[in-house]
């Protein structure tokens, strides 16, 4: 329909009437939508914008409101993720740590996930070690280095609360007792395999093991 025509009020009750059958082709024409053969007999000219014919815009402009209340909502339904992938995803980013809880002696220790910066740095760490002769030696320091970044929280409390720094850390897991270093790095393993599911932890810690020697 031309631009100009639809600054006529017939026109723009016509074209009420085309889009509403067009977006309830099963559903009658509304009274208000309706075209009255005196008007039509009358012209475009003659025919005034009376109480039917605003009634008429007003309906037509409640029926878009209500297509793009809907469009929004399909859209926004589409970007909501699913909270497990959108954990999964924040895991990924390293925004969002995934943890998992060990308790040992009625004290509960909470492991958290170790971001790609944090295992570099464990590498490097490792690496430049002097002293790391044998691969018992370097699996050994990975352990305690691995648990530097993902030992997280004691009964609920954060770590960082009582240890002030990543050498007060170091320190304090090298002083735990090898068993419970064992039971904590086990933990860690158990949850590092549950996000890496396809990648074993012989092939992981073997590759690990293996830049060290590089």
């Not at 944090?118 to 002293?131: F, M």
């Not at 648990?147 to 720094?165: E, M, N, P, Q, R």
Request: hydrophobic share 35%; aromatic share 6%.
């Amino acid at each position: 329909m031309n631009p100009k025509e639809m600054t006529k009020p017939i026109a723009r009750l016509r074209a009420a009437a085309e889009a509403h059958k067009a977006m309830h082709p099963n559903q009658p024409l509304p009274s208000v939508l309706r075209v009255s053969d005196e008007s039509e007999s009358q012209g475009e000219d003659s025919f005034e914008m009376d109480d039917d014919a605003f009634e008429a815009e007003n309906f037509l402009e409640q029926q878009n409101i209500q297509r793009l209340q809907k469009q929004n909502a399909q859209k926004q339904a589409k970007r909501t993720l699913d909270p497990k992938v959108k954990n999964s995803f924040l895991a990924l980013l390293g925004l969002k740590r995934q943890t998992e809880d060990v308790e040992v002696g009625g004290v509960k220790y909470t492991l958290q996930s170790i971001t790609n910066k944090e295992l570099t740095q464990i590498l490097n760490t490792v690496k430049s070690s002097a002293d790391l002769t044998s691969q018992a030696l370097i699996a050994n320091a990975m352990k305690v280095e691995y648990l530097v970044y993902a030992w997280c929280g004691v009964d609920g409390k954060d770590v960082d609360d009582f240890i002030s720094s990543i050498e007060e850390k170091r320190d304090a897991i090298e002083n735990m007792d090898a068993e419970m270093t064992d039971i904590l790095y086990e933990t860690f393993v158990s949850l590092r395999d549950k996000l890496r599911s396809t990648v074993s932890k012989e092939t992981f810690e073997g590759e690990a093991v293996s830049n060290l020697k590089k």
